[in-house]
């Protein structure tokens, strides 16, 4: 019967040490040297560098809700719970143009997982994602609970005043996504299908945009505004649409769409693009005079494109206090409106509240 203790010690602590962090590269022995205590006392210490600000969030993975519900998934996927728990909060922390350094693993699960071939697996997750994006596991807590229910809190720094926020889009700013769009939605869908199993890394294994993120933030022209999309593409734009008080239009037909996404019909798959969440990528606005190509080449070339503008205040939309009919977002397909009335290239205009908690 393995104790708490056991169970700390022989999965999440072992590889936790700071000689393999620091022999990683760069990025990661400034982590290492700044990691006072880890896993092992009360709580960890972290020494920030001079003139930083200390970036920190926290989100929590709950069985039938962020990955399937049924024992045998849970299983089957140990590994990729591990790895997105970590993944979705570095990318977070990515979305504000910070440095990731560190997270923290809370843990209730239930005590037919508490054996060693589904631990293992659900570490090898966790310590890989750690490794790849250059973060070090430095504590966490570990209790019992009928279903699985992951927690992560993610922290890390960026130069003093540097954090991109939701609030700063200004009217005729570009509005730019990162990577594709679509690609995970479309998998939690159609794992069963060809097409769905090309794209099912994507699902279990996002990209957060860690060296996007910080050249968004640090470049001359620097990104206005900035999030990850979590939600869905048209969800989170309405929130940094919403923050910043303007109005955005959208080109349908500019959304970076995957090759193995691409072999479905665009009406069928659009409303993935645009409402389907976990895809993990960055949506920005961005300055005129901002330079993509840097941005990209500074970024071992991830695909930057831009998918609409922002075309006026949302203050326009309320006049004398009465809302008028024009939306926050704006959708165009090659150069037409696409409305309730004319939704092509869609038959019927599509939902695009995104997902929804409550
Ligand atoms: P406490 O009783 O003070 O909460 P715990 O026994 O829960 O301490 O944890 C002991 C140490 O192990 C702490 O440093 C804690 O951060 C770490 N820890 C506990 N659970 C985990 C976990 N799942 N992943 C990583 N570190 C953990
Ligand atoms: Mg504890």
Redesign the pocket.
């Known amino acids: 019967m393995m104790t708490?203790?056991d169970?700390?010690q022989q999965?999440?602590?072992v590889k936790?040490d700071a000689n393999i962090v620091a022999s990683q590269d760069v990025i990661k022995s400034s982590v290492a040297e700044s990691l006072i205590k880890?896993?092992?006392?009360?709580?960890?210490v972290v020494r920030l560098p001079p003139n930083t600000e200390l970036v920190t969030c926290t989100d929590t993975l709950v069985q039938g809700r962020h990955f399937f519900g049924d024992w045998e998934s849970v299983d089957q996927l140990a590994y990729a719970i591990g790895y997105k728990s970590v993944a979705v909060n570095v990318s977070d922390i990515v979305a504000m143009g910070a440095t990731p350094h560190s997270v923290?693993?809370?843990?209730a699960m239930p005590k037919r997982l508490a054996n060693e071939t589904w631990l293992d697996e659900f570490a090898k997750g966790?310590h890989e994602a750690c490794s790849e994006f250059g973060v070090v596991?430095?504590?966490?807590?570990?209790t019992q609970c009928d279903t699985l229910v992951i927690t992560v809190t993610a922290q890390g720094w960026i130069e003093r005043g540097k954090a991109v926020y939701r609030d700063g889009a200004n009217v005729n700013e570009g509005i730019f996504v990162s990577g594709t769009v679509g690609d995970a939605g479309y998998a939690l869908t159609h794992l069963d299908r060809d097409i769905g199993r090309q794209l099912a890394h994507r699902l279990h294994e996002p990209t957060p945009r860690i060296r996007l993120g910080q050249a968004l933030a640090n470049a001359p022209h620097r990104a206005t505004a900035m999030q990850d999309v979590s939600d869905g593409l048209i969800q989170d734009l309405i929130h940094i649409a919403k923050q910043s008080g303007v109005r955005m239009q959208i080109e349908l037909d500019k959304l970076p769409t995957s090759e193995p996404l691409n072999q479905i019909p665009i009406a069928e798959r659009l409303p993935y693009q645009l409402n389907g969440g976990d895809d993990y990528e960055l949506i920005f606005t961005l300055p005129k005079g901002a330079d993509i190509q840097a941005l990209q080449s500074q970024t071992d070339d991830t695909l930057i494109t831009k998918i609409g503008n922002v075309i006026g205040t949302a203050t326009d939309i309320t006049t004398n206090n009465a809302k008028t009919d024009k939306p926050l977002i704006e959708l165009v397909f090659e150069g037409k409106p696409v409305t309730p009335d004319d939704p092509y290239p869609f038959n019927t205009f599509p939902d695009l509240a995104g997902y929804q908690h409550f």
């Not at 596991?137 to 570990?142: K, N, R, Y």
């Open positions: 708490e203790f169970l700390i999965f999440f602590t936790n880890g896993i092992g006392d009360d709580a960890s923290l693993l809370a843990l966790i596991l430095i504590g966490g807590d570990t």
